[in-house]
């Protein structure tokens, strides 16, 4: 029997058949693990009888825990002792008057304890998992996901088993190895690195933290949005934009959006922009050959390799934020995300990972067709912090200038630069 007050039941997005939000269920048993992605339903009601504007405004825990009444976890439960969320959300006029915009703000992610969006996801896993008494939690990764889920797990003592590709950063790798993961670094593609930890979940029974499957991850990711708008006193932008890889966090934005719209907090909604890497977009592509849902798999070519995934599997609802809010997709070369890179990092002062940056570089690309006029208020999440992969940082900005230690070599390298 579910503990979970304001949660009516979960609900598959293929089929439309309901569950109990309970123990163990995670996807729709009719459809299988790969179409029978759970959706978890709220009691409206329930939550706007815990919760209003004057609540929030008197509520002082600045982390993702002020919207526990929004969230499917048990009430005043267990929960990770890392303090995630109330990111910074800045209005950039530099960088919004660099692209041609009149109202840009960036939600700056890449502050939280492991450094990215994803610790929204993995403090929930971590509060679900105390609240099953679960003694390992589990996940694939290409890497954020993966340090995130570690570190909360590691700061309230549980173990994980975490699987990730060989091509991940060693920035993140060694988060896991300090956080004291068991990590499995799979010499394969994410699609084998994510098919390998379902079967070991299976087998072993350790709690499945993996994003698209587990349907309580997309409630932890939804809380960007639900601080996003308490940031901006309730007012909701034209567009929000997100890079996206599975689906989840895009899914998670527009939720999060939905359900203040349900609950009363505002009177419309944004429209959503989600943006993938040319050389890994089945979402992007599939929009834009006009399939619907249907999308095919691609391979995982590109430097940001959070959002390298080849076979999404929260592309339903990923789809579905774009459709719903009618919404446009974006794809971005390796090149655009590196100018992004560095134009943020110079005009705002944020630094964001390739992946982390790849909202923003099709931001500018959606800007200059028109997609996006330049009086609307847009809002771009920055999802990862750019030290998580410094190799690709310098990439984008440059190597330093080589002194002599002398005043005359200084004058030299000054010229240089125009000085």
Sequence with gaps: M????NVKHLQCVNCGKTYP????VYTCPACGPKLGILDVIYDYDYIRSKVSKESFAANKDYSIWRYEPFMSIEENGPKPKLRVGWSPLYKADGL???????NLYVKDDGINPTASLKDRASCVAVAKAMEEKAEVICCSSTGNAASSLAGNAASVGIKTVIFVPGRAPIGKVSQLKIFGANVMSVQGSYEETFKLSAEAIERFGWYNRNAAVNPHMVE???TVSLEICEQMNWEVPDWIVFSVGDGCTIAGAWKGYKDLYETGFIDRLPRVAGIQAEGCAPLAHAWERG????????VENTIADSIAVGVPRNAVKALRAINESNGVWETVSD???LDAMRLMGKTSGVFGEPAGCAGMAGLIKLVEKGVIGKDETVVCAVTGNGLKDVNNAIKA???PLKVEPTIDGLNEALKKIGY
């Design 2 to 5: 579910s503990n979970l007050k």
């Design 21 to 24: 939000a309970e123990p163990g």
């Design 96 to 102: 919004a008057e660099a692209i041609g915009l009149k």
């Design 220 to 222: 932890g990711k939804k």
């Design 291 to 298: 399939d619907g849902e249907k999308w095919e798999p691609e």
């Design 335 to 337: 090149d655009e995300i």
């Design 397 to 399: 900005a440059g190597e």
